[in-house]
């Protein structure tokens, strides 16, 4: 029976593995324990070459979206890719896959670490590409680095991460601490691993059998490695046809104390420090340049760079960009927004700014979290930070929001009644609460038009007027030489 259960699992997968192995693997489980062995082999989900080329022609489809979002549309050789650092051994090969499939020519794929110095000069947007986000970690590390030199050069660019698969957590993770944008085909959430009880896995058992699981499951992962559930205990069940994450249960992985892996994991080698290397370089040569370039352009064909913390404060600024002539507004030729998630309180990223010739302004939350991470930006010359009033939120009319309460079920409590006054609403925890029953319901970048529609709907126009106004006044003072038009 479990035999026969085994082979119509391993039938269905798009890799071969012999019959022979995957009993061998089971047998190293104790006799009352192989029922749940075979029970992981039917749970593992397993990506081969045509899966994964399928993924990337959905990831791709959401890239050229995001980036037009972002305005700079995919075109010509404006765009360039890049396997992730760490991982370059499996980002390598996921971007050979997703160049064939989405028709990207070669020269725009950077793999390796030659010396050589990348031509950056018309590059508006980078992607680095990987097989998965796990919990992010590893990605946000990397990210972090590239995005410190590329955000801080005088030109201003984009940083996108394409993967194939990712776990919902990891994906927030990434978003957050660095403000890029992450492109997924397959997201998977906590019920597609073992490490919660009410996950597909363990459907049709008893609680207490599934808690038997588990530690049985976490048990035999100990024996082989340093984790009860893989990396930061995820407790995955995903498999590439060239590699395991680091995420997945150890059993399935791991070759330590002699245990026979049913999928071995790959080592990993250096990657894509090419692109961070061309960047510091084009930024040096910016820098030489500095004190020789006359900086009284025309304020008119000025460009700003909003750093701002989150994806959706970024998605605001578009907005106003696109649909409400922010650039106009405060009369400017043009205005990019970059959210840069915890590295706006990064150190590296404040020294590099203050070397560079960038336009930029950071906006922020009028939080307490948010004042003391900014503390630091106070010896930043040339930089002003304006702090929202007292985040984008409480732009939109909260009385026309309540006014549709029906459509948003979990909106909190009113702390006024509605026919108040509400502009004056100030409680950030308050309207924290208000944006998570609103408009962060789920993975931001895929609900990136939802959230615009949203915008659209409930802005304030007297007080978008109030933030052009100070946002101009922040720009005065950064630029008081240049001349009135």
């Excluded at 725009?108 to 508006?124: A, T, V, W």
């Excluded at 989150?310 to 205005?335: A, H, M, P, R, W």
């Amino acid at each position: 029976m479990l035999v026969s259960r085994i082979e119509i699992a391993i039938k269905k997968w798009p890799v071969q593995i012999s019959l022979d192995h995957a009993l061998k693997w089971v047998l190293q489980f104790d006799k009352e324990d192989y029922p749940l062995a075979v029970q992981i082999i039917e749970h593992l989900d397993v990506l081969g070459s045509s899966q994964i080329r399928a993924a990337l022609e959905v990831a791709h489809t959401k890239l050229v979206r995001s980036i037009s979002n972002k305005g700079s549309p995919m075109k010509g050789n404006n765009t360039l890719f890049a396997a992730v650092g760490k991982s370059a051994k499996s980002g390598a090969l996921i971007a050979y896959h997703y160049r064939v499939t989405s028709e990207i020519p070669e020269s725009s794929f950077i793999s390796g670490d030659e010396e050589d110095q990348l031509d950056l000069s018309k590059i508006e947007n980078i992607v680095l590409v990987d097989d998965v986000i796990g919990t992010g970690r590893t990605i946000t590390s990397e990210v972090s680095k590239m995005a410190e030199e590329v955000y801080s050069s005088e030109r201003v660019r984009n940083i996108f991460v394409l993967t194939v698969a990712g776990y919902e957590s990891g994906i927030n993770h990434v978003e957050e601490k660095t403000g890029s944008s992450v492109i997924t085909a397959l997201e998977y959430g906590i019920r597609d691993t073992v490490a919660d009880l009410d996950a597909v896995f363990y459907h049709g058992m008893p609680m207490s059998d599934r808690e038997d699981s588990l530690e049985t499951i976490k048990r035999y992962c100990r024996s082989v490695g340093n984790s009860e559930l893989g990396f930061a205990n995820v407790g995955g069940l995903l498999v590439f046809d060239h590699n395991t994450p680091n995420t997945t249960l150890p059993i399935i992985w791991s070759n330590s104390k002699n245990w026979l892996p049913l999928f071995p994991r790959a080592a990993n080698i250096p990657g894509s420090a090419k692109v961070i290397k061309s960047v510091k370089k084009e930024r040096s040569a910016d820098f030489e340049k500095k004190d020789s370039t006359n900086l009284s352009v025309i304020r008119k064909e000025m460009e700003i760079t909003l750093f701002v913390e989150g994806k959706i404060d970024e998605i605001f600024i578009d907005y106003f960009v696109e649909k409400q002539k922010l650039s106009e507004n405060i009369e400017v030729g043009k205005v990019n927004a970059i959210a840069l998630g915890g590295l706006y309180q990064s150190q590296k990223l404040i020294d590099l700014l203050q070397q560079s010739k960038k336009h930029a302004v950071f906006v922020l939350d009028n939080d307490a979290h948010a004042k003391r991470a900014a503390s630091r930006l106070d010896g930043l010359e040339n930089v002003p930070v304006m702090f929202l009033k007292p985040n984008f939120i409480a732009l939109l009319d909260i009385n026309k929001i309540y006014a549709n309460k029906e459509r948003f079920p979990s909106l909190p409590e009113e702390p006024l009644s509605i026919d108040d006054e509400r502009a004056d609403v100030s409680d950030d925890k308050w309207l924290h609460a208000l944006e998570k029953a609103t408009i962060r319901r789920g993975a931001i970048v895929s609900r990136a038009d939802a959230i615009i529609k949203f915008i659209d709907e409930f802005l304030d126009e007297k007080k978008y007027e109030e933030f052009c106004k100070e946002l101009k006044e922040k720009i005065n003072v950064f630029f008081p030489s240049l001349p009135e038009v």
